[in-house]
């Protein structure tokens, strides 16, 4: 399954912005669709991601209470609403799927299916 992450841009500090992660493939055969950031100069650290048996939702602590993970009804796009955003939230964001175990899905090294990824800068 490929997956390609779009609608980022540039908003100030407080506000929102909703990302989507188009699927190619069938996004149900994997265990679990992930959205996970890298800023500059740093990692790519997880964000949040979605069981697609149950729709289970998991956060990174830095995220939650501010991010929601959801998807549409055929599995075909996986949305990241993000509100409250900060300027640490500044980073390229990317989306991808695993077929890993549940106690894995924070784990980077366990997903694959990475597209190009969508910036989101957030201005003081």
């Known amino acids: 399954v490929q997956l390609q992450a779009s609608g980022g841009g540039l908003v100030q500090a407080g506000g929102s912005l909703r990302l989507s992660c188009a699927a190619s493939?069938?996004?149900?055969?994997?265990?679990?669709v992930g959205w996970f950031r890298q800023a500059p100069g740093k990692e790519r650290e997880f964000v949040a991601t979605?069981?697609?048996?149950?729709?289970?939702?998991y956060y990174a602590d830095s995220v939650k209470g501010r991010f929601t993970i959801s998807k549409d009804a055929a599995w075909t796009t996986i949305y990241l609403q993000m509100n409250s955003l900060k300027p640490d939230d500044t980073a390229v964001y990317y989306c991808?799927?695993?077929?890993?175990?549940?106690?894995?899905?924070?784990?980077?090294?366990?997903?694959?299916?990475w597209g190009q990824g969508t910036q989101v800068t957030v201005s003081s």
């Open positions: 979605i069981g697609t048996r149950g729709g289970h939702t």
């Open positions: 493939g069938r996004t149900r055969s994997r265990n679990a």
């Open positions: 991808a799927s695993t077929n890993g175990p549940t106690s894995s899905y924070r784990d980077i090294n366990q997903y694959n299916g």
